[in-house]
């Protein structure tokens, strides 16, 4: 069993810059592939960034690349979303999510089988 918990969270002005950082459970934190997703009222959850626990692979759509970092520190059992430039269609609850099962389409949702409860960023301009 995987416990996330998100924190980071809040308001900001357009082109300001959050952290959010994702406390994992578990002793093989190191094996997971992690991700981070956001849910917009009435949109649907959007794949946000994803690093692979084999090689340290990042990944990002094109929405949120250049201006978002993912990271992760195995020893804190912590995965981290820097976000910089922050724009208004930012604005989402933004969850973090474990893949167990070294799955390598981490863009996908489904993939992930543990999700945090999420935390909310709101970018106003």
């Known amino acids: 069993q995987v416990q996330l918990v998100e924190s980071g969270g809040g308001l900001v002005q357009a082109g300001g810059s959050l952290r959010l950082s994702c406390a994992a459970s578990g002793r093989t934190f190191s094996r997971y592939a992690m991700g981070w997703f956001r849910q917009a009222p009435g949109k649907e959850r959007e794949f946000v960034s994803a690093?692979?626990?084999?090689?340290?692979?990042?990944h990002y759509p094109d929405s949120v690349k250049g201006r978002f970092t993912i990271s992760r520190d195995n020893a804190k059992n912590t995965v981290y979303l820097q976000m910089n430039s922050l724009k208004p269609e930012d604005t989402a609850v933004y969850f973090c999510a474990a893949d167990t099962n070294g799955s390598r389409r981490l863009w996908d949702p489904e993939e992930y089988d543990y999700w945090g409860q999420g935390t909310q960023v709101t970018v106003s301009s």
């Open positions: 690093i692979s626990w084999v090689d340290g692979n990042t």
